[in-house]
């Protein structure tokens, strides 16, 4: 044991009235609701990333958390790997997610960077037989590094494009090895600065022969788990070629890969890209492409990403709403791609982040739960299609009228349909009920 | 004629030293550039809805236009229809545009109603007997009449899908007949305004369908000319279908209709979606689906639809030089989807509008041209990606190379890639020479 | 009595396990909370405007709302009064708000217009006899007719500037005379479309004008209540001069008002302006002008004013918590400042809707008052800056020690702060026991 | 000589046809316009952060760029001051721009800091003897270091407020011994992340403070330059008190420093605040508080600061027509607060941005000159205000006349007022002659 989280004991579920802060108030992992355990309808996990290895910077200062681990190579690399297991007992997390450049140092080739992050994976391996931590997804970062300044697969030079398949053969190794759940691409720097100086057809080429690699990769070493890529509009670049799930369809439908790839959905990119969460997920799930989730927000009135851990029941609620009725996230699960803010410098405060993000998640479930088990919202909205249920409009929708078929019942029938409440207000109200 | 543009001369080009505020300083139509007339290369249309059907209204004030056509049903509606070939042939324009409502009332009955967008579609026939202004397009207007409040195609009642397909075979039919280069549909009301009371996956499909009937019947009453959707993100609904040219791309994979629609991209659309135009009309190219532009913009602090006339140039010369290198427009063109300011309610200020988005389209062609004449920024991007030509790099992006096989040439290679400058300042500096 | 809203009872609080959509659940009026009535806190009030003037039309739509009393002039006046007394009634609403465009048409001039308001006070005068409902305040509708196209007291015709005092002296005699406690000034139009035509320290010397001529008026006619301004950065504008509270504050100083006006403060306006409500509540409360507020909501993916009814309990909260740190609206209260859903056509909705928005604000209160009593969270904000409160620390913000004396005790004591967590994420949880 | 700009010349104007892209093609300093040269119209400065401090780090990925003295302590300064002033004399720049921690490395205490910072400016002295570049202004750098994590001024701790208020006495000295025209704060941690944990009031008081102190000690030491503040709305906070312009007025009002310190206006953090940048010039010039310019850009489409090089012709016209009609900068100046994209890791890049930037400065300054000297666009206005010359209109304004005389006349009067064209597009063409 480090002492890094000094005499901070496992956080445990302590119901709503408790008022101890390091306790679970509505996270009960084995709670059965609709039918599953609460763990296992959640499957969340702690990023790595930004728990173990962001130092608190932002564009206008340094680090500001004082980890024993920054700065020392392959050791810190240990240490942190460490500390890492020691958080995912104290908050009892089933799952963790890393990319390769979280959990080991660069080296001064492929090869060594390559050498690094196996050497990492070992010890989580050894790790993993004595904790219940699972891996629900890994991923390579393609991004922070200089090299990738212009692009990784969409680079302009090649030699980039290659680089980037080493980097990700031995990602997705390790997460193979590791019995990662999912693997996950995030396009960090796949898109452009300016428009200036690329070629957007050329790029999205380049990126859609390197999913394709990938999902040819993944099939051939015998990883039978989701491959996942991550929307996002903007930032850092102007813009990327993976703006929101509506831009990751038609780009799977191009490249044909609709079947093998799904999507990872973030909240604060949905946000980011114009869309509420709930729209993201419910446009995934109509589009077959729905696969996980990545759970933070984004402060509204910040233009930028701003990772927050999420603390809003009624989004949530929302949120798993629509993914109950898409039937769950299967092999996926709720990442917490969040960060602590730059001022929470405490080791405390990397477990009230999570538990306050987890009591969130298990209150939503709870209400949309509920919401889905008293009946009255789903029949409402049964009832508004319901005309679609008659004969004629079935024909309709099903290619066997013309349009000028239609426009001659049209006018014979003297057709005039008139409006009918949407119901907002009271929809709203309903759903209130329960949050 | 009609006194209201009262002694409004006709418009001519006078080059850019004159100080005459009614006149084309630089749109010149039959100047060649690169080969080809002016007007040839821009297309430009009036539009009928902004210039004689909207009346000035905002969400917090109505009318402050005084047209003496307002309020006369089809007594108006003939007026308005020689007002508009004055304004026409004043502004010397090649095309106009229409919805069937704008040019006339509606009435008790679909019926009704397709018999006045006839009667008014007859004397445009007449009227373009002597006049050389051309139909760029024609469309349906399937959301300001409160039966569309819940959506066309879209509704959740089947009977409005029923009547809007009605309402879409006369528009089609009058633009057919009229000689229209293009038939456009845009969503207005495609979407929702709460997801609280919206199935996405069905009212997707009623929409594949409905788009699918008209693709189909265009085919059948044999129109020619292209068939476009108009992305736009939201407003007046919370979220549209036809939320940016990406989303539409998928979506028109999704119903197989990629090769049988195309899209008509505006400015201000592109700037809801938080694209530029460039952008949405480098990517359609790159797609295959760019058909046509509506030329506007927005202002840069409001957060909705202003549909103001162009004014920038150094906006617009982007667009050019992508529409440029894409080959042209082809039957598509520049619809002026732009709308007086509210307060800018003289005759005269329509002229203003109009002339000043001319003369700003015909500076940005020009400016485009110069630059591609140049070759100097072409030969900067080619070079760019000049990487890609070799052996080994066609290889990979061909698929001939398995993600292990790169792996391993990195490493065997040690490759290890070099960032080269971006040279986003060279090049923004080398476009300024040009506007 | 009408039979607009047929059999609908009136609204009783039932409380939160009632599954009756016409109850109130939270709102219980007479509930005794921090030592005050619920209703008392609240004071909220029902907008003449969106409930009753309101047609449903938006940019791309008319009129969707079939209300009896549209087009009917004076006699559809004095029916939307009788059916606006009844939803008060209806509801038990203490409150209500209008401007003297919703209660009465305008006249051929502004003596008729004034008679006709006057007409139509006196009505609610009576019909105040036997209602429980008061008036929270009354205002001039000085933005929706065309003569008010570029701005009321900030036009560039001075006449128009006369028209609006004249519009304000009637409006604000009959909020006296119908015991109004507030008088509220809305600048619509007080700003500029494009500032091209524009002289803005020419319209701002007008706009200051204007408003000590209202304050002058008010002490004058006896009236006591308080003068409100109500901030909102843009829309229908491009700019606003009442942005938001920090620049309708130094508007004040500049004239010299601020200890004669407050600010009524909107939620969806402070969302427009990229604040939360609640920080425009605290900014307020901080500068002693917090005065009342408009209740409702924005829609957060659309770039204007929605306009909805409030319904998220977390957002509400924190409002409350400002409010009652700073003692209380005094005289002001809670107007809904929201419309119904524009597909929300049936009459059964404007209860819907207000319903909700009460049981929001009574779960907020309630919540915020928890918290307040609990103590827990106000103690860790002391303790924040309990360091300000030592001898020192007091003398450098009193003006006791100058730069160069500061700056020597640093380098003789070598001061080197450290740093110390922020405990966002705790307090975020903290709240969140409550909410 | 340093070899890092290795043979790139010395920056001469060659005029517009010139295809060097290391010549000014319009940016000729001595050229006359409107009575005064050039460059004493503009004023322009290089900024030492983006020139030469920042890294081409950005959220999500380390530095690009590849500078000799990175990580060199204070023999990396010297070599720093050593490039700049080779940069100054390369663009021939007559200013350029610092804070304090962007020339010289932080030390173990304040003292130690202070004696590098001093270091540095001597060797600065010493440049200046021989080289023509002057110091625009100076700044303490109070937002990077970790212990400004929770604000400088507006810290909880005082003792980092006294900390600061060492480093602005450091920072104040050097500026005002090298001659510097004017000394800056800028407020980057001036705010709030989150409302939870702060008293606005509090805070407020304190920053009053503070400047208080700085504006006494200036006087103290004799510095006649101009105090300013930057404003800015957010980032790397959700909240800055120096929100705008109107925003910074109502702050010195409250504290009575009005008379004392004007604004330095950025062109992002107007477009941040959701303004444009000639309304934040326009306002702070009607306000008296017009001081200085932070020449950039942002991008149109990225929700957070990108300080790009100012490149829109139109844009700065507008700009400098402001500035031109509110008689000039005076002490003050175009500093360009713009980085090189991440990308451009060359340092001929560096030559491009400033070249660039100066171009459509010079451009935009003749634009500006050439408008008002045709004086049609001035006339307009004016005639659109002409009413208010009336003895009348006057007597209104200048309080000479009660709401009640006022309304009485309009009655007596029947005055009616009938609503004016804005002209918006007549004028935005005639705009568009001049850019």
């Known amino acids: 044991m480090t002492d890094f989280f000094k ?7 302590e119901g709503e009235n408790s008022t101890n802060a390091l306790a679970y108030r509505h996270y009960n992992k084995d709670e059965i609701v609709l039918g599953k355990r609460m763990e296992d309808h959640i499957r969340p996990a702690v990023a790595y990333w930004h728990s173990f290895a962001w130092e608190g910077g932002d564009p206008f200062g340094g680090r500001t958390f004082d980890r024993p681990w920054f700065d020392k190579g392959m050791e810190g690399a240990k240490l942190k790997a460490d500390v890492a297991f020691e958080l995912f007992d104290l908050l009892d997390a089933p799952f963790f997610c890393f990319h390769d450049a979280d959990i080991a140092p660069e080296g001064d080739s492929l090869a060594e960077s390559s050498k690094n992050v196996r050497t990492i994976a070992e010890i989580f391996a050894r790790k993993m037989e004595t904790s219940r931590t699972r891996l629900l997804w890994g991923t390579a970062n393609m991004f922070s590094n200089r090299r990738f300044m212009s692009g990784a697969s ?5 030699d980039v494009f290659a680089y980037a398949a080493g980097q990700v053969q031995t990602a997705m190794q390790v997460t193979h090895e590791l ?4 693997y996950v691409l995030w396009g960090g720097r796949e898109g452009y600065e ?10 999205m080429d380049q990126m859609g022969r390197f999913l394709t690699l990938v999902v040819e990769h993944a099939e051939k070493i015998g990883f039978k788990g989701q491959i996942l890529i991550e929307p996002k509009p903007q930032e850092p670049t102007k813009h990327q070629y993976d703006f929101d799930v509506a831009t990751v369809y038609g780009f799977l439908k191009k490249y044909g890969l609709e079947n093998h790839v799904k999507c990872n959905i973030e909240v604060g990119h949905a946000f980011l890209a114009n869309h509420s969460f709930e729209h993201e997920l419910a446009l995934a799930a109509s589009l077959g492409i729905l696969g996980s989730v990545d759970a933070n927000r984004n402060d509204l009135q910040s233009g930028w990403d701003t990772d927050q851990f999420p603390n809003s029941v009624p989004e949530m609620t929302l949120a798993f709403y629509q993914i109950l009725k898409a039937g769950g996230l299967g092999p996926g699960g709720f990442n917490f791609d969040a960060k602590l803010r730059r001022q929470s410098i405490d080791p405390a405060d990397l477990l009230h982040g999570h538990i306050g993000g987890l009591d969130v998640l298990a209150r939503s479930l709870k209400a949309a739960v509920a919401l889905i088990e008293d009946g009255t919202y789903d029949k409402v909205v049964q009832d508004r299609y319901a005309g679609w249920n008659a004969p004629e409009a079935q024909a309709m929708l099903n290619g066997e009228r013309t349009l000028a078929q239609i426009a001659a019942r049209v006018e014979k029938e003297n057709i005039n349909p008139q409006p009918r409440s ?3 207000e009271y929809l709203e109200n309903l759903i209130n009920r329960f949050v």
């Open 422 to 424: 949407g119901q907002q």
């Open 7 to 13: 005499n901070i004991a496992p956080v445990k579920y």
């Open 154 to 158: 969409t680079n302009p030079d090649p």
């Open 194 to 203: 300016t428009l200036l100086n690329t070629r957007i057809g050329q790029e």
């Open 179 to 182: 019995g990662g759940a999912n």
